[in-house]
C-alpha cells in the first residue's frame, strides 16, 4: 500500500532536485524556469525499515521486498493558477489523485535560481499554494452544488447530506480555511472523501534549505515548524542538494558524508516517517524461506483487511491469522522458537494488527 505523495510548491523552490534525488532517478527535468515539469512524475521507492533485514536474516529468505511509496512531482504552481494561469488546472487535477501534499518551501540563496516572487519567503510560499488550492475547491464544490438541486427537490437524503457539506465546507473556505478543518460525522465521512477537496488532504511542509542549517534548521525553519503546528500539518527539513549528492554516493560512502553534515539518516527517512505519522501508516511482515516482505497498513486496521492488502481472496476468506510480535519473533529466533514459547498467537477477525507483528494468515480459498 505504502502512500502517495505529491510533491507542490512554487516554480523554483527546489521541487524537482528533490524529486530526482528522493526517487534516485533523473525522471524531473531540474531547471532554472518555470514549469518544466510538464507531466507529473511519478517516483517509486523503498520504505526503510531495520526491521525487514533481521526478520529476513532469521527467516534465511531468499528476497526481501520492503513496503513502497510514490512520490509525484507536479509542477511549480503560481498565483493564479486555480483560474488557469501558468498550467495550473492540469496540475491541480494531479494533486486530487494524491493521500498527502509535500509543500516544498525555498530557505535558502542562490543567484542562478530565481524565485517566482523575486523575495525568499517559505511562509508566503505556504500561503500561496494554500490560497489556490483552496480557490479551486471553491470552484469545484460550486459545480458540484447546482446538479444536487434537482435532487433535493425530491427529498433525496444523500443529496441532502451532500448538499449540507458543501455548503458548510465553503463557508469554510471563504474564511480563508482548508477543508480538512470541517466538522463532520463520521457518517458524513464517506461523502466528504467522494468530494476529492484538495486541501482535505494532510499536509507536510517541506523546508529545503541550505547545507549549513540542514541539520539544526535556522530561524526561518522554526517560524515554519510554528506554522505547521498552528495549521495541524507536519514539516521536516532537508536540504535538496545534499540528497541529490548523496544519491550520487555508494551506499558506504553515504554514512560517513552524513556524519559529516551533523546528519544521522537521509532526508528521504525522515520525510517517510513524518509522512506515515501525518496519514496514520504502520508495517507488519509476512517472512518465509521464499520471501520476507514488508505490508503497509492503517492504524487500527483489523486483521481481515491486513490480509487483503495482500489479495482480496485472502480477506474474502480470512480464517485466522497466526501472529508474532517483533519483539518476540528477533529474541526467540524466529517462527518455531516462538511457537514453542507460546508466543505464536492465533487472531481472529476482530484483531486489531499492531505495528511490527509477523504474521501468517489461514483463509478459505
Keep these: 500500500m505504502g502512500f502517495k505523495c505529491g510533491i507542490v510548491g512554487l516554480p523554483n523552490v527546489g521541487k524537482s532536485t528533490l524529486f530526482n534525488a528522493l526517487t534516485r532517478t533523473a525522471a524531473a527535468q531540474a531547471a532554472n524556469f518555470p514549469f518544466c515539469t510538464i507531466e507529473p512524475n511519478v ?159 494532510p499536509v507536510l511542509y517541506v523546508c529545503n534549505v541550505d547545507e549549513d542549517s540542514a541539520a539544526s534548521g535556522n530561524e526561518m525553519t522554526q517560524k515554519v515548524a510554528e506554522y505547521a503546528a498552528e495549521h495541524d500539518a507536519a514539516m521536516v527539513i532537508i536540504s535538496a542538494e545534499i540528497e541529490a549528492e548523496l544519491a550520487q554516493l555508494e551506499e558506504d560512502e553515504q554514512e560517513e558524508y552524513l556524519q559529516s553534515l551533523g546528519l544521522d539518516t537521509p532526508g528521504l527517512n525522515r520525510l517517510i516517517h513524518e509522512g506515515y505519522q501525518l496519514l496514520g501508516l504502520q508495517t507488519y511482515f509476512t517472512a518465509g524461506p521464499k520471501e520476507t516482505r514488508a505490508w503497509t497498513i492503517k492504524k487500527g486496521t483489523k486483521a481481515p483487511a491486513a490480509a487483503g492488502v495482500i489479495h482480496t481472496d485472502f480477506e474474502r476468506g480470512f480464517i485466522r491469522a497466526q501472529t508474532i510480535a517483533y519483539k518476540d519473533y528477533v529474541e526467540l529466533g524466529g517462527e518455531l522458537p516462538a511457537k514453542e514459547a507460546g508466543k505464536a498467537r492465533d487472531e481472529g477477525k476482530e484483531y486489531v494488527v499492531a505495528d511490527g507483528d509477523v504474521m501468517l494468515f489461514k483463509f478459505n480459498t
Excluded: C
Excluded at 76 to 99: C, H, M, P, Y
Excluded at 175 to 191: F, I, L, N, T
Design 43 to 201: 517516483g517509486e521507492v523503498s520504505v526503510p525499515d531495520d526491521r525487514l533485514e533481521k526478520i529476513a536474516k532469521i527467516a534465511e529468505s531468499k528476497e526481501v521486498l520492503p513496503a513502497r511509496l510514490n512520490f509525484v512531482d507536479i509542477a511549480g504552481l503560481v498565483k493564479g493558477a486555480s483560474q488557469g494561469e501558468g498550467l495550473g488546472n492540469q496540475f491541480l487535477a494531479n494533486i486530487r489523485e494524491t493521500d498527502a501534499i509535500a509543500y516544498v518551501l525555498r530557505w535558502f540563496e542562490n543567484d542562478d535560481s530565481v524565485h517566482v516572487n523575486g523575495i525568499i519567503d517559505p511562509i508566503s510560499d505556504a500561503q500561496t499554494v494554500e490560497t489556490e488550492l483552496m480557490l479551486a475547491d471553491l470552484e469545484s464544490l460550486e459545480k458540484r452544488a447546482g446538479p444536487l438541486e434537482k435532487r433535493l427537490r425530491s427529498n433525496d437524503k444523500e443529496a441532502k447530506l451532500t448538499m449540507d457539506l458543501i455548503q458548510r465546507t465553503i463557508k469554510l473556505l471563504e474564511q480563508g480555511r482548508p477543508a480538512r478543518y470541517v466538522e463532520r460525522s463520521s457518517d458524513e465521512e464517506k461523502a466528504f472523501m467522494e468530494l476529492q477537496l484538495l486541501t482535505s488532504k
